[in-house]
């Protein structure tokens, strides 16, 4: 995965979200978060379009790095067959989950 792509879309005081398909293509969707500044939140019907198709998940983190958050981990061992990518002022980082973890991907 060539990060630069998920680095363009680290911009906006809100987090911005999508997947990474398994053709490559990014795909940015509608953050429905109530407080879009401190978190995302995907509509259903977005999950159930590419959730199939995906082969990761992304979104920023507006002013922050790309750790880790309380929130980010409990969202990401619902999806454990995706990588996930969180965009911060320090870059990108991909994490994985493995036996009920998540881990940063080598």
Request: net charge negative; aromatic share 10%.
């Amino acid at each position: 995965m060539n990060t630069s792509r998920l680095l363009e879309l680290y911009e906006g005081p809100q987090e911005r979200c999508g997947f990474i398909l398994k053709t490559g293509e990014i795909v940015e969707v509608v953050n429905i978060c109530p407080t879009p500044t401190n978190g995302f939140d995907m509509r259903g019907e977005d999950l159930i379009r590419y959730t199939p198709i995906a082969s990761a998940s992304w979104h920023t983190h507006p002013g922050e790095d790309s750790n880790l958050s309380a929130g980010d981990f409990q969202s990401f061992l619902n999806w454990p067959e995706l990588d996930h990518y969180i965009v911060g002022n320090d870059g990108v980082t991909r994490f994985r989950v493995e036996d009920g973890d998540v881990y940063v991907a080598s």
